[in-house]
């Protein structure tokens, strides 16, 4: 109802407006209509006087023409140029002033004389064709043109006669009448122009709030639903940008396989990798079977690729889904190594197939040779402790067989002069004598056979032999919740040592440490290993624990073999630990009056004496 | 191989070895003295001559290299022949360089350990006797004026043709006098010739003393 009534009220409003606007323009037409009627008037005589003035004028001309064929004078000159001129000013007066159109004798008479006066112009300054403007005949050809043109400007001019007599005549109260009858119609004219346009214009009105309402509705929606799939598309953009960015910026190779095992897609590094594996396929083998591009590859030509390629091959049938494994690719001479991890999976029933390729290479040679290292380790401690084993049994069997000999020694001097010497004694006396010195070389010769060489000895960097021996062994102290820590001086001078050895003495006291915490309840568990210089040219490694310390008992036997206080010990460690450190020339000892936990000392002097 | 006057001292931490050893050289007629380490012989030992020594390497405690060390220390001659169940040869060297008669690896030719050992006795008989023979040229020595030690130090330089009255014009005394005191010096040297005077001082040169 509000909104009718607004309606209403604007609508009437727009009436009376238009009315105000009709009856201003009724008063104005008819003021106009007045003036435009004086105006006529005006003009109608206006033309016939000048349609007047251009006849005499042109007519002078003709008689000034007529005057110098007669008698060619330079005065007579002066007055044809004076009525030239005065026809021309005349013409263009008429062209300039006139804008009635129906008025058109002015214009008549003006496209009739004008060219005639530009040809007489033309013809008294340069001549006709062939004559000069002096000759006679210009002037003959002259009067010719302006004679031929004379009557019809005559016409013309009774002709404006007529429209002036005509217009003139008409009775002023019938333009009056007409005026009036123009006016009604007018306003008539107005009062249907006003309704109509209230009319249209409130349908429209109506019509074009419904539109816009309409329009800002489905305009709301369209913003809507376009800012929403913008938003959405960029977002998508962005994450599947930040995707690629990631994938390209991983240093595994990836590769996206359709259901046929035809490469679909690949990150930067596969590209990169299959770039530099000799292979014919470049971008990354993108469109090819990726089984053709992986076996093409000459540097992968030889090794476990065969086994990989049945591998993803499994994969891509769908057999397991899942596959990770590492393989050794390329021939023996350039190993390398490759951990390929192949997946597929199946979205809207289409198998997809990832496959990430790693290079794993230098993780292998690292292992590779730390494995060597431990193994190299390992064997040095085998053959050291069977050396010292042999070295310790022989030992503990040359003592008896000593005794033996020297009691067959005794036994026999004794037999031989007794009273009645016994021949069959003697015999087995000496028997057994002979037999304990077999045994005894044989025992000698086993011992020489065991006895370590000393082969191998270089220049060495002692700290870096502590860092890579702790390294190996860190681990073990680690898990038994021993913290291991070094404290290397630096600039030491470079012993001849064999490196393996001397690892192995470092071996065997880190783990004793290690253990002694291990089995005592002590905290901090703590081990120290140190490097120092040692009365100038020894270097000196101590090796410091916070465990429980040696006992007295321990402390006498420590050095000797087949001696331990552990359960599954061999007793070896220490007196192999000795026997290398002085088959170096130098000393191990521990501290007889240490407070705290247990240390080592061993020494290697640096000029080595000859050995 | 008589001489139970010879004492052979035998250190080994094994008793089996160390009873055994002895009595071999028991039989044989040494007197012999045995202890278990180095520490208890260096406590306990009652020196005498002539002697050996017949050591084991390895022991807990002094080791037999120490010791030959602490006895070279304590100006304590001493043969010694190294036994060891664990010798090895930069071992054997030094103690060999420091004066030991042999170094033996167990088991050993026990024939050869008692040559060894009567070798090193004889050896240090020989050097008792240098001893003795010194300790007596030293004690008549010590009984000479210190003019007659003078006269004797130009006899002995210069030898049998050294003649009295050369003696005399170095000393600045008369002939006689110089005559007087040579016949002293030989009574109291117990030097039957000049010859006699100069061995003598040779025999001391060896110690590094006078003369």
Not at chain 1, 5 to 14: P, Y
Not at chain 1, 291 to 318: N, P, Q, T, Y
Not at chain 1, 358 to 373: A, G, I, P, Y
Not at chain 1, 491 to 516: A, F, G, T
Request: with cysteine.
């Amino acid at each position: 109802m509000k909104e009718l009534n607004r309606d209403r009220f604007w609508t009437t409003a727009t009436i009376l407006l238009l009315i105000t606007v009709g009856f201003v323009l009724a008063v104005f037409v008819y003021r106009a209509t007045t003036q435009i009627r004086n105006a006529l008037a005006e003009e109608v005589l206006q033309q016939q006087q000048d349609i007047a003035t251009l006849l005499y004028e042109y007519s002078s001309m003709i008689i000034a023409v007529e005057q110098l064929r007669i008698s060619p004078e330079t005065e007579s000159y002066e007055t044809l140029d004076e009525s030239l001129n005065a026809a021309q000013f005349q013409l263009k007066k008429m062209r300039s002033e006139y804008s009635f159109a129906r008025l058109d004798s002015a214009t008549k008479a003006n496209a009739y004389i004008k060219p005639v006066l530009e040809d007489i112009t033309q013809w008294l300054e340069n001549g006709v064709p062939g004559r000069t403007p002096d000759d006679p005949l210009v002037l003959d050809i002259i009067a010719q043109r302006a004679n031929d043109r004379f009557s019809g400007l005559r016409s013309i001019a009774a002709e404006a006669d007529e429209v002036t007599q005509s217009l003139l005549s008409v009775q002023s109260h019938d333009l009056d009448i007409f005026r009036a009858s123009s006016l009604m119609l007018l306003s008539m004219f107005s009062l249907l122009v006003i309704a109509v346009i209230a009319l249209l214009t409130r349908q429209r009105n109506m019509q074009i709030r419904v539109t816009e309402d309409k329009e800002e509705q489905s305009r709301a929606i369209i913003n809507a639903e376009t800012t929403g799939r913008e938003k959405a598309e960029r977002a998508l953009q962005e994450s599947e940008q930040i995707l690629r960015e990631t994938l390209d910026t991983l240093p595994s190779g990836i590769s996206l396989l359709d259901r046929s095992g035809r490469i679909v897609a690949a990150n930067t590094s596969w590209i990169n990798i299959l770039s530099s594996s000799r292979t014919n396929f470049t971008d990354g083998g993108i469109g090819e079977s990726f089984l053709d591009v992986f076996m093409s590859a000459k540097s992968w030509a030889e090794g476990g690729a065969r086994g990989a390629a049945e591998c993803i091959r499994d994969v891509l049938a769908g057999k397991p889904e899942l596959m990770g494994d590492e393989f050794q690719l390329g021939n023996l001479g350039c190993p390398h190594w490759a951990a390929l991890t192949t997946r597929s999976f199946k979205i809207h029933g289409e198998r997809h197939t990832v496959i990430i390729y790693e290079d794993v290479t230098d993780r292998k040679q690292f292992e590779e040779r730390d494995h060597r290292l431990r193994a190299e380790l390992a064997d040095v401690s085998r053959q050291t402790t069977a050396g010292e084993m042999a070295s310790s049994l022989a030992h503990e069997l040359n003592q008896p067989f000593t005794s033996i000999s020297h009691n067959c020694h005794s036994a026999l001097l004794c037999a031989r002069d007794a009273y009645a010497p016994d021949a069959a004694l003697i015999e087995s006396i000496s028997e057994i004598y002979q037999q304990t010195q077999r045994a005894g070389n044989i025992v000698r010769s086993l011992r020489q056979l065991a006895r370590h060489d000393s082969g191998s000895f270089v220049s060495t960097n002692i700290n870096k032999l502590v860092e890579e021996t702790i390294r190996l062994t860190k681990p073990e102290a680690n898990e038994k919740g021993v913290d291991v820590r070094l404290s290397l001086t630096g600039d030491l001078p470079e012993p001849l040592v064999d490196p393996v050895q001397i690892q192995q003495v470092l071996v065997n006291l880190e783990r004793n440490s290690v253990e002694s915490m291990g089995q005592g309840n002590c905290d901090p568990k703590s081990l120290t290993i140190s490097t120092t210089v040692d009365q100038g040219t020894d270097i000196r490694i101590t090796v410091h624990d916070t465990g429980p310390g040696l006992t007295a008992g321990i402390k006498d036997k420590l050095f000797t073999a087949f001696q331990t206080t552990k359960p599954d010990g061999m007793g070896l460690g220490l007196s192999i630990s000795r026997s290398i450190v002085e088959a170096h020339g130098g000393r191990l000892w521990f501290d007889q009056y240490a407070t705290t936990g247990t240390t080592f000392h061993f020494t290697l002097p640096v000029k080595e004496e000859a050995m | 191989m008589k001489a139970s006057e010879n004492v052979v001292y035998v250190i080994d931490d094994d008793l089996a070895v160390r009873k055994a050893l002895s009595k071999s050289l028991i039989i044989l007629g040494y007197s012999v003295q045995s202890y278990e380490s180095a520490e208890i012989f260096l406590e306990s030992f009652v020196p005498a001559r002539p002697s050996c020594l017949v050591l084991d390497v390895r022991m807990p405690g002094m080791s037999g290299m120490e010791l030959q060390k602490e006895l070279i220390a304590r100006q304590i001659p001493m043969r010694i022949i190294f036994i060891s169940g664990h010798g090895d040869i930069p071992m054997s060297v030094n103690a060999i360089k420091l004066g030991a008669i042999d170094f033996l690896e167990k088991p050993y030719q026990v024939e050869q350990l008692l040559t060894l050992v009567a070798e090193a006795l004889e050896l240090d008989s020989i050097a008792l006797s240098k001893d003795r023979k010194y300790e007596l040229i030293r004690a008549s020595y010590d009984r000479l004026t210190a003019r007659e030690i003078e006269v004797m130090e130009l006899l002995v330089a210069g030898a049998a043709n050294t003649s009295n009255k050369i003696i005399a014009k170095k000393l600045e005394i008369s002939h006689r006098t110089v005559d007087d005191h040579r016949t002293s010096i030989m009574a109291k040297m117990q030097a039957k010739s000049i010859t006699d005077l100069v061995i003598m001082s040779n025999i001391c040169g060896d110690y590094g003393n006078l003369l």
